[in-house]
C-alpha cells in the first residue's frame, strides 16, 4: 500500500515521542504488492508450531494467498488488490512465536532524523500481538540481530498503526532491519516498510503524572510523581513547578529527574501540602523548562485506618487443549481451601468450548505469554503453581484495605435467565473526583459435562 506522508505525528519507539512535517529523503522502501522477493526480504520461522485451524478460514475481505508457512511469513489481501505481509502467531500449545523478516542491505547516510517507518496491526484486537524492531551491521539473519532492539511493542493496536523508529546510532552505516514476532496472538499484520531522513518540527515536552492517587501508611504529605518526554530529545536538568489545589498554591523547582528505561524522564517532589487522614486533595501543575510546558491534574486520597477484609483475585488463563494447564487448576483449588473467605480464583478458558475470547484476549496484558499464565488483582503476575499462588496471596493480604465491595444477586425470573445483581461499596476516604470502577465476572462453577469430550480436559502430569 502506498502511504502519502503530510503531516505526521508518532512515537519514536523507544525514545520519546516525534512530530514531522515531511520526508527529506528515502533510502528504501517496501510496500508487498508484488510479495517478498523484491529487495530479497529474508523469512525465518522458529516457532516449529502447528497453527490453528481457524487460521485458514479467515473473514473477507482478507484471504491468504498461496505458500506454505514454514518461513513464518506469508502474502496477505489487506484490500483490494493490496498486499501486505502476515506471520500466524496462535499455535494449538500456546507457544509463542518466533518468526522473522528482514530487510536486505540498506545504505545510511551520515545525517540525523532517520528513520524506519512501517505499518503494523493485530488481526485481532482481542488477541493481540507483539513483536520487537531489531537492526543488525553484519546480515539478515537472525543469528545477526545482536543488538538492542530500537521498538518494543508489546500489543499492537486492532487497526492499521503508523510507527517510527530512529536510526540515527546507526547513521553512516550499511544496516538490515528486521521485524521480529515473539508473542502468542493470532496473527501479525505489516505493510509499507520504509527508510527515510524526516524533517521535525519545534520540540515540545508531554507531561504525564504518575502520582498515587492512595497515599502510603503514615505519610500525610503530598509528593507528586510525573514524567516527562521532550518529543525531540531536549536535555532537562531542572525545571518548575506550578501547583494548585484545595486551599492553596505552591512555586518551586524540580531538580531530580531521574532517567527512565524508555527514554523519558521522571520526578518525585514531596511538597509542604498536608492531606489529613481520611480526606482527599485535588490538585493541578504545570511543569516549564524553557519554553516548553506542560499540565496535568489529579486526586490523592490519605484512607483511615478501616476494618475491611483483604480478597485477592487470581484469574489464570487455560483451555482444555493445554496438557499443562491442569497445574493452574491445581491451584486454583489449592488456595480456595487454604483461603476461603478471601480468595476469589476465574479460569479464563482459551479456544475451547468454554472460552471467552474478550476476556481471554483483554487478559492477556496483564499475564505472562502463553498458557497456563495467571496475574494476582491485575498487578502481580504468577506462574500456576500451588505454592506460588499461595505465596503471592499470603504476601498481598498483609496490604492495606482502603476499600469494601460486596454483591447480592438474586434470581430476576421464574426461568432463572436473569440476574439482579446490586453492588455496595464503602470507601476509608472523602473524595471529590474519585475515579474507581466495578467489573463484575459471572463464574460458572462445578462444570461437569460426561459423554461431551468437548469439555474433557488434557493432562500431561498423568501416566
Known sequence: MKRNLLLLSFFLIGTAPMAFSQVLETYYTQDFWDGFTRNEMNREDYDYGTIVSDY??????????????????????????????????????????????????????DVDNLAFVWDARSYRSEEPDGYEICVSTTGNSKADFTDEPIAVIDYEEGEWTTRYASLDAYRGQTVYIAMHSNTAGFMLMADNFEVSRLEQMADAITLEDLTPQIMEEGEDQLTIEGRVVTEFGSIITSAHLSLTYDG??????????????????????????????????????????????????????NPAPSDYERRVVIEERTGTWCQYCIRGLAAIDACRERFPDNYIGIAVHNQDIMADYYYDGAIAQFCDPGYPAAVCNRVTRVSPFPD????????????????????????????????????????????????????LVLVEQDVYRPGDSNYNQRNGYAY
Open 56 to 109: 485458514y478460514s479467515l473473514e473477507a475481505p482478507f484471504a491468504v494467498a498461496s505458500g506454505s508457512t514454514s518461513k513464518g511469513w506469508v502474502m496477505f489481501n489487506r484490500a483490494s488488490s493490496d498486499m501486505c505481509a502476515v506471520t500466524p502467531t496462535k499455535y494449538t500449545d500456546g507457544r509463542a512465536s518466533d518468526s522473522w523478516l528482514a530487510t536486505p542491505a540498506i545504505e545510511l547516510p
Open 248 to 301: 492553596g498554591e505552591y512555586e518551586g523547582e524540580v531538580t531530580s529527574f531521574a532517567p527512565a528505561s524508555d527514554g523519558s524522564l521522571t520526578f518525585r517532589q514531596t511538597l509542604p501540602v498536608t492531606v489529613p487522614s481520611g480526606g482527599s486533595l485535588a490538585y493541578s501543575y504545570t511543569l516549564t523548562s524553557g519554553d516548553m510546558s506542560d499540565s496535568c491534574s489529579g486526586e490523592v486520597y
Open 388 to 439: 506460588t499462588f499461595i505465596s503471592a496471596i499470603q504476601t498481598i493480604l498483609f496490604d492495606r484495605v482502603v476499600a469494601d465491595v460486596n454483591v447480592r444477586a438474586e434470581w430476576a425470573n421464574v426461568a432463572r435467565t436473569q440476574v439482579d445483581v446490586n453492588v455496595y461499596t464503602n470507601f476509608s476516604f472523602d473524595a471529590t473526583q474519585a475515579d474507581f470502577n466495578v467489573a
